[in-house]
Nanobody, 120 residues
């Protein structure tokens, strides 16, 4: 069993900052890419940022220069530092991780989602 648990969402004014965390736990042998997606009402889920096990990163154009993804491999945790937030960043944010378990099964796991609301 593998679980991803997110924290850090909330309500913030435009221009403010939030930091999201996502911790993976369970029968984990290794974690490859970890990432953050978001889904706004009436829109499709979109990639926000991703980070490989060697810390190579990838960002959506809309968040480049404002968001920073990082990870702590000792804690199986990925972070998303969000600065200069805009109302259009309002969405439910989901983390995911490509995990190989001790049963040698590789799969993509998702967190439950955390709401981020940016007021104007």
């Amino acid at each position: 069993q593998v679980q991803l648990v997110e924290s850090g969402g909330g309500l913030v004014q435009a221009g403010g900052s939030l930091k999201l965390s996502c911790a993976a736990s369970g029968s984990i042998f290794s974690i490859n890419t970890m990432g953050w997606y978001r889904q706004a009402p009436g829109k499709q889920r979109e990639l926000v940022a991703a980070i490989t096990s060697r810390s190579s990163t990838n960002y959506a154009d809309s968040v480049k220069g404002r968001f920073t993804i990082s990870r702590d491999n000792t804690k199986n945790t990925v972070y998303l530092q969000m600065d200069s937030l805009k109302p259009e960043d309002t969405a439910v944010y989901y983390c995911n991780a490509d995990i190989t378990t001790f049963g040698w099964k590789q799969d993509r796991y998702w967190g439950q989602g955390t709401q981020v609301t940016v007021s104007s």
